[in-house]
């Protein structure tokens, strides 16, 4: 990583804008990942009905690879399918109706899968303007972000084979603490902001855990930047609005997600990434957290999620 490419990461605004990626992407090559790279493959995408989601399909689709679509609703996703077919003519693209935050629905979804998978990649996210609750009991965004995830990753181990498996996370996860005391976010004043910060915290925090105990499966969780989303505009209007200048494309906040997913060089497993490299998972010392921390919220996860230790 060069001296500027650090600075850009470290003062936030240009390294997570479109500016940051416009420079960083100078120095990628053309052919990586390469063209057809993910022919005959299947991958698996959450949350796949707009925004990051929708880019991350198009791209992988573009690449050859057959995409499954997992969205909450099936019907809701037509206009969004159709796009993706005529951005990518000839490609294939599967629906899947999946609630990631319902861990029942997790399973009985998990259950109609038989073929092999490439990759998993855990996209789907919500930011609830007040605490609520999945239908298991467990507050949204770590159902949606963390237990789910965790859930469905299990389930599907054996299809993944040797394939990888890419959490997207968020830079806002960089504020926080790991919240070992209170991971259902039961104490204090709620914020949606605050929450859906928190539980990108866990899956950074949970990412070497995770790739220890799928090995050799590849694992990662990336950071897409700022990026022009249904989802941004609707959870921080204000925010969009001031920084629309600056704001990357959902192809460019994609990138990292469909590189780590289909280049052809081999990576470290375990790591945090944006802009095709690995990044700190900490820059201020209030956040830093113990083995012994993540090791806690491994396990309260796992139980949440209905997984054995």
Known sequence: MSTLDTLLDRTVIPGYSKLGYLFRSRGWPDNDPERGALQGKT??????RSGLGKATASGLAGLGATVRLVVRDAAKAADAVADLRGEVPGATFVV???????LDAVRRYAGRLTEPIHALIHNAGVMPPKRTESPQGHELTLATHVLGPLLLTELLKPLLLNGRVIL?????????????DDPEYRNGTY??????ARSKRIQVALTPLLATHLA???VATMHPGW?????LTSSLPLFTKLTSPLLRTPAEGADTTIWLTATTHALPTGHFWHDRDIRPTHYLTRTQDTEADRLKMWSYCRT??????
């Open 43 to 48: 991958v698996v995408v959450t949350g796949a």
């Open 96 to 102: 899947d109706e999946c609630d990631i935050s319902d």
């Open 168 to 180: 997207v996370a968020s830079g806002g996860m960089y504020t926080q603490q790991l919240p070992t």
């Open 191 to 196: 914020r949606g902001a605050t929450a859906y």
């Open 216 to 218: 050799p499966t590849f």
């Open 227 to 231: 990026s022009t989303t249904p989802g």
């Open 304 to 309: 949440a999620a209905g997984l054995s230790d």
